[in-house]
Protein backbone atom coordinates (compact mmCIF):
# COMPACT_ATOMS: atom_id res chain seq x y z
CA UNK A 1 0.00 0.00 0.00
CA UNK A 2 1.51 3.26 -1.30
CA UNK A 3 -0.56 5.54 0.79
CA UNK A 4 0.64 6.87 3.81
CA UNK A 5 -0.50 6.35 7.19
CA UNK A 6 -0.69 8.85 9.52
CA UNK A 7 0.04 7.64 12.87
CA UNK A 8 -1.27 9.16 16.15
CA UNK A 9 0.69 7.88 19.42
CA UNK A 10 -1.67 8.72 22.60
CA UNK A 11 0.93 6.94 25.07
CA UNK A 12 1.34 10.84 27.10
CA UNK A 13 -2.68 11.74 26.97
CA UNK A 14 -4.84 8.52 27.02
CA UNK A 15 -1.94 6.77 29.06
CA UNK A 16 -2.55 9.67 31.78
CA UNK A 17 -5.62 7.27 33.00
CA UNK A 18 -3.42 4.67 33.65
CA UNK A 19 -1.28 6.68 35.65
CA UNK A 20 -3.70 8.33 37.13
CA UNK A 21 -2.70 11.71 35.43
CA UNK A 22 0.95 11.48 37.26
CA UNK A 23 3.71 11.59 34.67
CA UNK A 24 6.42 13.64 35.61
CA UNK A 25 7.98 15.67 33.12
CA UNK A 26 11.26 13.82 33.20
CA UNK A 27 8.92 10.97 32.13
CA UNK A 28 6.89 12.06 29.30
CA UNK A 29 10.25 13.83 28.02
CA UNK A 30 12.18 10.43 27.45
CA UNK A 31 8.78 8.72 25.78
CA UNK A 32 8.31 12.08 23.56
CA UNK A 33 12.19 11.51 22.42
CA UNK A 34 11.64 7.84 21.73
CA UNK A 35 8.65 8.81 19.71
CA UNK A 36 10.32 11.39 17.89
CA UNK A 37 12.77 9.40 17.02
CA UNK A 38 10.76 6.71 15.32
CA UNK A 39 9.28 9.06 13.38
CA UNK A 40 5.77 9.09 14.78
CA UNK A 41 3.67 11.57 12.73
CA UNK A 42 1.60 13.26 15.84
CA UNK A 43 1.91 12.81 19.62
CA UNK A 44 -0.70 13.69 21.84
CA UNK A 45 -0.40 15.80 24.66
CA UNK A 46 -2.57 16.62 27.91
CA UNK A 47 -4.46 15.20 30.57
CA UNK A 48 -6.23 12.38 29.92
CA UNK A 49 -9.65 14.49 30.02
CA UNK A 50 -8.22 16.86 27.61
CA UNK A 51 -6.89 20.56 28.47
CA UNK A 52 -8.56 21.91 31.43
CA UNK A 53 -9.34 18.36 32.71
CA UNK A 54 -7.88 18.47 36.06
CA UNK A 55 -11.00 18.18 38.62
CA UNK A 56 -12.05 16.10 41.23
CA UNK A 57 -14.26 14.00 39.02
CA UNK A 58 -11.53 13.41 36.66
CA UNK A 59 -8.32 13.92 39.11
CA UNK A 60 -5.60 15.98 39.21
CA UNK A 61 -2.52 15.68 36.94
CA UNK A 62 1.14 15.91 38.55
CA UNK A 63 2.45 19.17 36.23
CA UNK A 64 0.43 21.83 34.45
CA UNK A 65 -0.55 21.41 31.26
CA UNK A 66 1.44 24.04 29.81
CA UNK A 67 4.71 22.67 31.88
CA UNK A 68 3.76 19.18 29.78
CA UNK A 69 3.56 20.90 26.71
CA UNK A 70 6.67 22.92 26.50
CA UNK A 71 8.80 20.62 28.01
CA UNK A 72 7.92 17.58 24.79
CA UNK A 73 7.79 20.41 22.28
CA UNK A 74 11.27 21.30 23.35
CA UNK A 75 12.52 17.75 22.31
CA UNK A 76 10.30 17.32 18.97
CA UNK A 77 12.55 17.49 16.19
CA UNK A 78 10.53 15.55 13.89
CA UNK A 79 7.12 14.77 15.16
CA UNK A 80 3.84 17.25 15.79
CA UNK A 81 2.40 18.24 19.32
CA UNK A 82 -1.42 17.61 19.69
CA UNK A 83 -4.09 18.54 22.19
CA UNK A 84 -7.24 17.01 23.06
CA UNK A 85 -10.09 18.96 24.21
CA UNK A 86 -13.95 18.29 25.35
CA UNK A 87 -16.02 20.97 24.94
CA UNK A 88 -17.19 21.90 28.61
CA UNK A 89 -14.08 21.22 30.13
CA UNK A 90 -11.47 22.87 28.05
CA UNK A 91 -12.24 26.24 26.21
CA UNK A 92 -10.89 28.42 23.82
CA UNK A 93 -8.49 30.14 26.11
CA UNK A 94 -7.13 26.64 26.69
CA UNK A 95 -6.64 26.27 22.68
CA UNK A 96 -4.43 29.52 23.02
CA UNK A 97 -2.80 28.32 25.75
CA UNK A 98 -1.33 25.17 23.54
CA UNK A 99 -1.06 27.03 20.47
CA UNK A 100 1.48 29.28 23.03
CA UNK A 101 3.00 25.91 23.57
CA UNK A 102 3.89 24.92 20.79
CA UNK A 103 0.68 22.86 19.89
CA UNK A 104 0.37 22.06 16.09
CA UNK A 105 -3.14 19.72 15.95
CA UNK A 106 -5.99 19.67 18.23
CA UNK A 107 -8.82 17.52 18.05
CA UNK A 108 -11.76 18.54 19.89
CA UNK A 109 -13.63 15.34 21.16
CA UNK A 110 -17.35 14.96 22.22
CA UNK A 111 -19.73 12.07 22.57
CA UNK A 112 -20.53 10.52 19.11
CA UNK A 113 -24.13 12.25 19.63
CA UNK A 114 -23.09 15.84 20.54
CA UNK A 115 -21.39 16.95 17.58
CA UNK A 116 -22.91 20.02 17.79
CA UNK A 117 -21.45 21.18 20.69
CA UNK A 118 -18.03 21.18 18.93
CA UNK A 119 -18.48 23.95 16.67
CA UNK A 120 -17.17 27.18 18.20
CA UNK A 121 -14.19 25.05 19.39
CA UNK A 122 -13.24 23.22 15.84
CA UNK A 123 -14.03 26.56 14.28
CA UNK A 124 -11.49 28.31 16.38
CA UNK A 125 -8.86 25.92 16.00
CA UNK A 126 -9.44 25.53 12.12
CA UNK A 127 -9.26 29.62 11.68
CA UNK A 128 -5.86 29.87 13.92
CA UNK A 129 -4.58 27.70 11.66
CA UNK A 130 -4.28 24.29 14.05
CA UNK A 131 -4.96 21.22 11.96
CA UNK A 132 -7.89 19.97 13.48
CA UNK A 133 -9.26 17.37 14.49
CA UNK A 134 -13.07 15.77 15.66
CA UNK A 135 -13.49 13.12 17.82
CA UNK A 136 -16.47 10.93 18.11
CA UNK A 137 -16.30 9.16 21.51
CA UNK A 138 -18.12 5.89 22.02
CA UNK A 139 -19.35 5.62 18.72
CA UNK A 140 -20.33 2.15 19.43
CA UNK A 141 -23.40 3.63 20.85
CA UNK A 142 -24.96 4.66 17.59
CA UNK A 143 -26.35 3.08 14.55
CA UNK A 144 -24.05 3.83 11.55
CA UNK A 145 -26.33 6.66 9.74
CA UNK A 146 -26.18 8.19 13.00
CA UNK A 147 -22.82 8.68 13.09
CA UNK A 148 -22.38 9.63 9.96
CA UNK A 149 -25.01 12.42 10.40
CA UNK A 150 -22.47 13.64 13.24
CA UNK A 151 -19.29 13.40 11.46
CA UNK A 152 -20.93 15.80 8.87
CA UNK A 153 -21.63 18.46 11.17
CA UNK A 154 -17.71 18.50 12.53
CA UNK A 155 -16.56 18.47 8.57
CA UNK A 156 -18.85 21.35 7.95
CA UNK A 157 -17.41 23.33 10.67
CA UNK A 158 -13.44 23.12 9.70
CA UNK A 159 -12.43 19.50 10.59
CA UNK A 160 -9.22 18.42 8.61
CA UNK A 161 -10.13 14.96 9.76
CA UNK A 162 -12.77 13.12 12.02
CA UNK A 163 -12.44 10.09 14.23
CA UNK A 164 -14.14 7.27 14.89
CA UNK A 165 -13.57 6.61 18.20
CA UNK A 166 -14.54 3.03 20.02
CA UNK A 167 -13.97 4.71 23.59
CA UNK A 168 -15.10 1.46 25.35
CA UNK A 169 -13.22 -0.80 22.83
CA UNK A 170 -16.62 -2.35 22.23
CA UNK A 171 -16.60 -2.78 18.78
CA UNK A 172 -16.21 -5.79 16.72
CA UNK A 173 -14.41 -5.98 13.66
CA UNK A 174 -17.61 -5.94 11.19
CA UNK A 175 -18.68 -2.74 12.78
CA UNK A 176 -15.45 -1.15 13.06
CA UNK A 177 -15.23 -1.95 8.71
CA UNK A 178 -18.70 -0.83 8.65
CA UNK A 179 -18.15 2.72 10.37
CA UNK A 180 -15.03 3.30 8.68
CA UNK A 181 -16.06 2.61 5.18
CA UNK A 182 -19.45 4.63 5.78
CA UNK A 183 -17.30 7.46 7.01
CA UNK A 184 -14.76 7.78 4.28
CA UNK A 185 -18.00 7.45 1.59
CA UNK A 186 -19.55 10.34 3.13
CA UNK A 187 -16.84 12.68 3.76
CA UNK A 188 -14.04 14.69 1.95
CA UNK A 189 -11.71 15.18 4.57
CA UNK A 190 -9.89 12.34 6.39
CA UNK A 191 -11.08 9.93 8.30
CA UNK A 192 -9.31 8.74 11.67
CA UNK A 193 -9.89 5.42 13.84
CA UNK A 194 -8.85 5.42 17.82
CA UNK A 195 -9.94 2.48 19.85
CA UNK A 196 -9.10 0.53 23.20
CA UNK A 197 -8.05 -3.02 23.46
CA UNK A 198 -10.74 -4.30 25.81
CA UNK A 199 -11.67 -7.21 23.97
CA UNK A 200 -8.15 -7.83 22.07
CA UNK A 201 -9.15 -6.18 18.83
CA UNK A 202 -6.81 -3.05 19.18
CA UNK A 203 -4.20 -4.01 16.44
CA UNK A 204 -6.99 -6.05 14.09
CA UNK A 205 -9.47 -3.57 14.73
CA UNK A 206 -6.81 -0.95 13.51
CA UNK A 207 -6.00 -2.77 10.33
CA UNK A 208 -9.78 -3.18 9.70
CA UNK A 209 -10.30 0.55 9.68
CA UNK A 210 -6.96 1.56 7.43
CA UNK A 211 -8.15 -1.51 4.81
CA UNK A 212 -11.88 0.71 5.16
CA UNK A 213 -10.06 3.94 3.80
CA UNK A 214 -8.73 5.55 7.44
CA UNK A 215 -6.46 8.03 7.00
CA UNK A 216 -5.52 8.37 10.35
CA UNK A 217 -4.93 5.82 13.21
CA UNK A 218 -3.88 6.53 16.84
CA UNK A 219 -1.98 3.53 18.88
CA UNK A 220 -0.03 3.92 22.50
CA UNK A 221 3.33 2.47 22.95
CA UNK A 222 2.82 -0.42 25.14
CA UNK A 223 -1.00 0.44 24.94
CA UNK A 224 -0.53 2.78 27.82
CA UNK A 225 -3.95 4.07 27.96
CA UNK A 226 -7.42 3.97 29.79
CA UNK A 227 -8.93 0.31 30.16
CA UNK A 228 -6.73 -2.43 28.46
CA UNK A 229 -5.15 0.35 26.94
CA UNK A 230 -4.96 1.42 23.50
CA UNK A 231 -3.98 -0.18 20.24
CA UNK A 232 -0.43 -1.39 21.27
CA UNK A 233 1.26 0.70 18.90
CA UNK A 234 4.74 -1.05 18.69
CA UNK A 235 2.75 -4.51 17.79
CA UNK A 236 0.44 -1.84 15.22
CA UNK A 237 3.56 -1.09 13.30
CA UNK A 238 5.20 -4.66 13.27
CA UNK A 239 2.03 -5.84 11.72
CA UNK A 240 1.90 -2.77 9.24
CA UNK A 241 5.58 -3.50 8.57
CA UNK A 242 4.86 -7.09 7.43
CA UNK A 243 1.86 -6.30 5.80
CA UNK A 244 3.58 -3.81 3.44
CA UNK A 245 1.67 -0.81 4.58
CA UNK A 246 3.06 2.53 4.71
CA UNK A 247 3.89 4.45 7.89
CA UNK A 248 7.15 5.61 7.73
CA UNK A 249 7.68 4.48 11.14
CA UNK A 250 10.95 2.77 13.04
CA UNK A 251 9.70 0.19 14.48
CA UNK A 252 13.35 -0.35 17.05
CA UNK A 253 12.55 2.67 18.91
CA UNK A 254 9.16 1.78 19.99
CA UNK A 255 10.19 -1.54 21.25
CA UNK A 256 12.72 0.00 23.29
CA UNK A 257 10.47 3.39 24.63
CA UNK A 258 7.65 0.02 25.72
CA UNK A 259 9.94 -1.82 27.10
CA UNK A 260 12.41 -0.11 29.21
CA UNK A 261 10.27 3.38 29.77
CA UNK A 262 6.71 2.18 29.56
CA UNK A 263 6.00 -1.05 31.02
CA UNK A 264 8.19 0.35 34.10
CA UNK A 265 6.10 3.18 34.99
CA UNK A 266 2.77 1.22 34.66
CA UNK A 267 0.89 1.24 38.08
CA UNK A 268 -1.49 -1.08 37.31
CA UNK A 269 -0.86 -3.71 34.17
CA UNK A 270 -2.41 -2.40 31.01
CA UNK A 271 -3.67 -5.05 30.07
CA UNK A 272 -6.93 -7.39 28.93
CA UNK A 273 -7.60 -8.52 32.42
CA UNK A 274 -11.13 -9.19 33.93
CA UNK A 275 -11.93 -6.02 34.48
CA UNK A 276 -10.64 -4.41 31.19
CA UNK A 277 -12.71 -7.23 29.62
CA UNK A 278 -15.72 -5.75 31.14
CA UNK A 279 -15.01 -2.74 30.20
CA UNK A 280 -15.09 -3.85 26.17
CA UNK A 281 -18.13 -6.58 27.03
CA UNK A 282 -20.08 -4.45 28.53
CA UNK A 283 -19.34 -0.86 26.47
CA UNK A 284 -18.34 1.05 29.38
CA UNK A 285 -15.98 4.43 28.64
CA UNK A 286 -12.20 2.89 29.42
CA UNK A 287 -10.91 5.57 31.37
CA UNK A 288 -13.97 4.35 34.33
CA UNK A 289 -11.86 1.64 34.88
CA UNK A 290 -9.74 2.82 37.72
CA UNK A 291 -12.68 4.51 39.41
CA UNK A 292 -15.31 1.47 39.18
CA UNK A 293 -11.87 -0.40 40.84
CA UNK A 294 -11.90 2.10 44.07
CA UNK A 295 -15.57 2.07 44.66
CA UNK A 296 -15.80 -1.79 44.53
CA UNK A 297 -13.60 -1.80 47.11
CA UNK A 298 -14.73 0.67 48.69
CA UNK A 299 -18.38 -0.24 49.03
CA UNK A 300 -17.55 -4.03 48.85
CA UNK A 301 -19.39 -5.11 45.89
CA UNK A 302 -17.99 -6.86 42.46
CA UNK A 303 -16.44 -4.18 39.83
CA UNK A 304 -18.18 -6.63 37.15
CA UNK A 305 -21.43 -6.21 38.02
CA UNK A 306 -20.52 -2.17 38.40
CA UNK A 307 -19.60 -2.24 34.90
CA UNK A 308 -22.01 -3.72 33.68
CA UNK A 309 -24.90 -1.74 34.95
CA UNK A 310 -22.81 1.45 34.08
CA UNK A 311 -23.47 -0.02 30.80
CA UNK A 312 -27.29 -0.82 31.11
CA UNK A 313 -27.53 2.55 32.23
CA UNK A 314 -25.37 4.04 28.93
CA UNK A 315 -22.97 5.78 31.20
CA UNK A 316 -20.80 7.74 29.26
CA UNK A 317 -17.37 10.10 30.13
CA UNK A 318 -18.39 13.10 32.25
CA UNK A 319 -20.30 11.05 34.29
CA UNK A 320 -17.99 9.19 36.73
CA UNK A 321 -19.68 10.52 39.62
CA UNK A 322 -22.49 7.96 38.96
CA UNK A 323 -19.85 4.59 39.33
CA UNK A 324 -20.30 5.52 42.73
CA UNK A 325 -23.92 5.81 42.57
CA UNK A 326 -24.59 2.67 41.18
CA UNK A 327 -21.93 0.85 43.71
CA UNK A 328 -24.19 2.12 46.46
CA UNK A 329 -27.19 0.95 44.51
CA UNK A 330 -25.18 -2.57 44.24
CA UNK A 331 -24.33 -2.45 48.07
CA UNK A 332 -28.41 -1.74 49.09
CA UNK A 333 -29.33 -4.38 47.03
CA UNK A 334 -26.79 -7.02 48.10
CA UNK A 335 -27.43 -6.19 51.90
CA UNK A 336 -31.10 -6.83 51.15
CA UNK A 337 -30.50 -9.84 49.70
CA UNK A 338 -28.32 -10.84 52.58
CA UNK A 339 -31.28 -9.89 55.33
Known amino acids: MDRKIIINDCTLRDGMHALAHQYSVD ?19 SHGDGLNGNSFN ?44 GVDTVRIATHCTEADISKQHIEAARNKGLDTVGFLMMAHMIPTAQLIEQAKLMESYGAHCVYVTDSAGALLMDETRE ?121 DVDSRDILVELGKRRMIGGQEDMIVDVALDLKKQKEAANG
Open 179 to 299: KVAAMRDALDCQVGFHNHHNLGLGVANSIIAIEAGADRIDGSVAGMGAGAGNCPLEVLIAVTDRMGIRTDIELYPLIDCADKIVRPLMQRPVQTDGNSLMLGFAGVYSSFLLHTERAAEKF
Open 27 to 45: QMVAVAKKLDEARIDIIEV
Open 58 to 101: YGFSAHTEVEYLQAVREVLTHSKLAALLLPGIGTIDDIDMAIEA
